[in-house]
């Protein structure tokens, strides 16, 4: 196994960003902000397949012109360790670590390019915590990120899109946990801002490395390089759950269209499921939108337009 | 079903979450804020299919709704 690298892996919003952060703050490892360099990797591999098992892309483009798969993986793979190990050495630091929160997106072909070149430091969070946070994050954004516009393409309740793409992405993160225990660190959001000290104590002894009495600390409050998505965590200055159980704010409504979508996913990754209500029938719908509409316009007459009891009995 | 003072009231607490404790049959329960929106409709489709009515948008106002004793007395003109 090797130690040339560490990969930090998870869905997006599920504090990648805060492992980054706390990674960069080790005496040895570099942790630069989204380099977006194994993503873009990824996408530069993306292989599509077409009549008859053929997949058209780059690998069988070059295939054709005679170059071996392997030989080209291994050329991306250097062209991206290559810019890693750079930033290693001018933060003088002997390794480096990744974190691109859109790499969740891509992670089959990723492991493909790293192979067990890298160590994995994986994170989960509630898929519901996580759906919120999108959505706070595209607010943000005035809009969507690609990997989440395809999502939403197909859902147009934006939070059904977002727990599509939870599932997915944490679902190749558990996949990858699962088929490469010796090679990832598996921990959870809730774990890492409950008791960061043992949480990262783990981390570190599983990627090779001792933990730093006051690193957790210290770690936010110290500039790590300015990197795209950091935004949240520059705004608090220690690690913090406050951003833990949001999903509570659902109406039982949302809860009911998402509960189905993530309860698989929540129970493998160690969650509860959610418990919701099943879906209103359409007739039932149409019922309680009238009735929602009778009782907005109750609450505009207020208690001086009531009209008396039993009218229209 | 009926509509009863104890099934409006287990109903509120099961299902909408209040705390009943200082819940009493007079008790304002939508003028009080004690419900959001939300949680109104529930309880109304509760009442109507408790009570076996279905109550007309006009109907739908504070001196029918706003209390347990109230509500109980609507649905009693409706069975009448």
Not at chain 1, 19 to 28: E, K
Not at chain 1, 100 to 129: K, T
Request: net charge negative.
């Amino acid at each position: 196994m090797s130690d040339e690298g560490i990969l930090i892996v998870g869905s997006p919003r599920s504090g990648t960003t805060l492992l980054r952060r706390l990674l960069d703050a080790h005496p040895s490892i570099a942790c630069p902000g989204e380099t977006n360099v194994f993503g873009a990797a990824a996408r530069f591999l993306r292989r599509d397949p077409v009549a008859e098992g053929l997949e058209f892309g780059v690998l069988s483009g070059l295939a054709l012109a005679g170059f071996e798969p392997d030989d080209v993986m291994g050329r991306v793979r250097d062209l991206a360790f290559g810019f890693m190990e750079d930033i290693a050495k001018r933060a003088d630091k002997p390794r480096w670590a990744e974190k691109s929160a859109m790499d969740a997106f891509y992670l089959d072909e990723i492991r493909n390019v790293c192979g067990e070149r890298v160590r994995y430091v994986a994170i989960v969070r509630h898929g519901l915590d996580v759906a919120k946070s999108v959505g706070d994050l595209c607010d943000r954004n005035d809009g969507y990120l690609p990997e989440f516009h395809e999502y939403v393409r197909r859902d147009s309740h934006r939070f059904v899109a977002f727990a599509k793409a939870w599932v997915d992405t944490t679902g190749a993160v558990l996949e990858l946990a699962k088929e490469r225990p010796d090679q990832t660190v598996l921990v959870r959001y809730e774990d890492l801002v409950a008791d960061p000290v043992a949480t990262m104590q783990r981390i570190f002894t599983s990627i090779g490395e001792e933990y730093v009495d006051g690193l957790v600390e210290t770690a936010l409050t110290k500039s790590s390089g300015a990197g795209l998505g950091d935004w949240k965590t520059y705004e608090r200055p220690k690690v913090t759950s406050a951003s833990i159980d949001r999903w509570k704010e659902f109406t039982p409504a949302t809860l009911s269209l998402l509960a189905p979508i993530v309860n698989p996913t929540l129970e493998a990754a160690g969650y509860d499921p959610v418990p919701a209500r099943p879906l209103p029938t359409p007739e039932q719908a149409r019922r309680r939108f009238e009735l929602d509409l009778a009782i907005r316009a109750m609450r505009a007459r207020g208690p001086s337009g009531d009209e008396a009891a039993g009218d229209d009995a | 079903m009926a509509l009863t003072a104890d099934g409006i009231r287990e109903y509120l607490a099961a299902e909408l979450g209040v705390d009943t404790a200082g819940v009493e049959n007079d008790t304002a329960l939508f003028s009080s804020n004690v419900l959001d929106s939300f949680s109104m409709v529930d309880l109304i489709v509760y009442v109507e299919t408790a009570g076996g009515f279905r109550m007309k948008p006009s109907q739908v106002n504070l001196d029918n709704l706003d209390s347990i004793d109230r509500m109980l007395a609507f649905a009693a003109k409706q069975a009448s």
